[in-house]
């Protein structure tokens, strides 16, 4: 079965300073991993998705996430923060199932961006 | 953005009532998705569509039903509300499946339940 585990509910930085946002996951097939960000309330956005082409992935809005096999990890950076980026991210862990794919979603992590 | 809305975008309602939910695409995309977000718990699966008619349950189907008619519309009945159904729901919708391709789901604005 696959799991996604975010760690970290809250995460503070100031404007200007390097994000990492934490996500694990666990998977018995190779994954399809995803980053999602929501802004108050609002729906769930697409920030990058890992599909296996390239293990660094490039998103909107200055993020990137790295996939390592050997650490199980797809953490989430963006070298220098904006107040805009202050909102809750979800990583997500695709499931397959034989009629469609599911989204596993991690609790959320939310940023706070000091100025 | 995709053409996901869902309506009512508010509702309170009392324990013991019927509620229904609509989703509203004009993707014409196949697969349609109902779930719930809740403080801790991220968001969680309630009933997904994989074709109108076709439809299967979540991780957290209990107290609800769904219906998929029209390709457009997927509606999400809760026939007895209870105040552990207070949430705020989502509908998301995708074309393709992520192993025959790399689509990713695209979610609505949502709609906040109060059930009293």
């Known amino acids: 079965a696959q799991s996604v585990t975010q760690l970290g509910s809250h995460v503070s930085v100031s404007e200007g300073a390097l994000v990492l946002l934490r996500c694990n996951y666990s998977?018995?097939?190779?994954?399809?991993l995803f980053w999602y960000v929501q802004y108050p309330n609002q729906g769930l956005q697409l920030l990058l998705k890992y599909t296996s082409a390239a293990t660094l992935v490039k998103g909107i809005n200055g993020f990137e996430a790295e996939f390592k096999k050997s650490e199980t990890s797809f953490h989430l950076t963006k070298p220098s923060a904006h107040m805009s980026d202050a909102a809750e991210y979800f990583c997500a862990v695709s499931a397959l199932s034989y009629n469609t794919d599911k989204l596993i979603f991690g609790t959320g992590t939310r940023l706070q961006v000091f100025p | 953005d995709a053409g996901i809305t869902q309506s009512p975008r508010h509702k309170v309602t009392e324990t013991g009532t019927p509620v229904t939910l609509r989703c509203h695409q004009t993707e014409n995309h196949r697969y349609m998705y109902w779930y719930r977000q809740d403080p801790g718990h991220g968001l969680r699966l309630i009933h997904y569509?994989?074709?109108?008619?076709?439809?299967d349950k979540g991780e957290v189907s209990d107290g609800y039903s769904v219906s998929r008619s029209k390709t457009e519309d997927f509606l999400l009945t809760l026939e007895s509300a209870t105040s552990s159904q207070t949430s705020v729901y989502f509908c998301?919708?995708?074309?393709?499946?992520?192993?025959?391709?790399?689509?990713?789901?695209?979610f609505g604005p949502g709609t906040r339940l109060t059930v009293l």
């Open positions: 569509s994989y074709g109108v008619k076709d439809t």
């Open positions: 998301a919708i995708s074309e393709t499946r992520l192993a025959g391709g790399f689509d990713e789901q695209f």
């Open positions: 998977s018995s097939v190779p994954p399809y």
